[in-house]
């Protein structure tokens, strides 16, 4: 189900007042089942349910959209929307962001420090004069991972998902709840829940298309992601115009467990750093990602012509401090000197392919990968790029 204004301030409700007072005691746990065996989870159980089954979704739009011969969909993780306002200002007035018809956007937060406790996806549609759904998947009982410990404030909600923004009316709004590639009571951030793909069908003047926003899991391995692609595909009709676009995470490692990357980090040494980033980071489906692609195929749809051929999506920097931060949560300090060395002939960058477009029975053009929102730019709008295509129905 979706929810109108009033439910969705009943939710709200329901967090402030019945689920947060037990947030505290619920962080010093240190596992799921630790968690499900908690009398304190016990008595609450339902209501997290409740709120994160329950997508909000919402119509900001003044008059109807006109149809079009072609579509434009752009895929954006947001970096949970910390700056909101400098992406708010490229929405309205970058010449290819502007023009966009639906928008596909990946970690969006409700209500967290890190993002200023805005709803990003509602206030984007209401900045944008669109339709939204937002699909909840984490209620944080911190304030992040990283740099976000250190930032201002505390969450009013504690709210993070994915959303779908579009000029023209959205049915069938639903959730896909994928399996956890790792245990989200593990660690410093710790949430409830598990990465949910938003689901919507578009209304377009020539007929309906059902869209997914989705964010495949980081930390799990290839086979897990592909098993979440599964489910996604699962989740659509088995034949139609369809269109999944996210962050796949599709880095070609094993990141399930710091043992596991840090093992697949030497056998990229060995197979040479200069032909794992030509060949493999750029094209993670040629090996190390086959299985995801595979069913994306088997199921009918397309990657190759709707995303930009081996162009990079996002990049690890070793001299980034924020990065550094992050990951030195989750590997050892000594693991980055040997990053260092490893990328020696690139200046300390790996270029990553994570953000993608499939389409099933839609005629594409023009696929694009925007690098000016976070390359070259202080602060970066985002740690990934915008991606870009035009759609037709019709082959």
């Known amino acids: 189900m979706s929810v109108d204004q009033q439910e969705l301030l009943a939710v709200h409700r329901v967090i402030r007042d019945e689920l947060q007072p037990h947030f505290a005691e619920l962080a010093k746990l240190q596992s799921t089942p630790e968690l499900e065996a908690s009398p304190a989870y016990q008595a609450i159980a339902d209501k997290a349910r409740y709120v994160l089954d329950t997508p909000e979704s919402g119509d900001f739009t003044e008059s109807a959209a006109p149809a079009k011969d072609f579509y434009r969909v752009v895929g954006w993780n947001l970096e949970r929307g910390i700056q909101y306002e400098g992406q708010l200002e490229q929405f309205r007035t970058h010449p290819y962001l502007s023009t966009a018809d639906v928008l596909l956007l990946t970690e969006t937060d409700v209500g967290m420090a890190r993002s200023g406790n805005r709803n990003i996806a509602r206030e984007l549609a209401r900045e944008l004069r669109m339709h939204y759904v937002f699909t909840p998947c984490y209620l944080n009982l911190a304030k992040g991972s990283g740099v976000e410990y250190d930032m201002a404030g505390e969450n009013e909600l504690g709210l993070h998902g994915n959303a779908i923004l579009s000029r023209y009316p959205l049915s069938g709004m639903r959730p896909i709840a994928l399996e956890n590639g ?102 993670p489906g040629t090996k190390f990602e086959r299985e995801l692609f595979e069913r994306l195929r088997a199921a009918g749809f397309d990657c190759d012509r709707c995303n930009a051929p081996g162009e990079r999506t996002t990049s690890y920097d070793v001299s980034d401090a924020k990065t550094h931060k992050n990951l030195r949560e989750w590997v050892p300090n000594w693991c980055f000197d040997f990053i260092r060395w490893a990328l020696r002939n690139h200046d300390g960058q790996c270029p990553l392919k994570i953000d993608w477009f499939a389409v099933r029975e839609l005629e594409t053009r023009d696929p694009v990968v925007l690098h000016e929102f976070r390359e070259g730019r202080y602060p970066p709008l985002s740690d990934h790029d915008a991606i870009g295509v035009d759609l037709r129905l019709g082959r």
Do not use: C, Y
């Open 182 to 283: 790792k245990d989200k009571m593990k660690g410093r951030e710790k949430r409830l829940g598990r990465q949910t793909a938003a689901v919507a069908t578009v209304e377009l003047p020539q007929g309906p298309v059902p869209f997914v926003s989705v964010h495949l899991d980081a930390n799990s391995s290839q086979p897990h992601r592909a098993r979440q692609m599964r489910d996604v595909l699962g989740g659509l009709p088995p034949a139609g115009p369809a269109v999944i676009g996210g962050d796949w995470n599709t880095t070609t490692f094993n990141s399930s467990s710091a043992t596991h990357a840090i093992l697949g980090f030497w056998v990229r040494v060995f197979m040479g750093p200069d032909n794992v980033i030509r060949n493999h980071f750029l094209h």
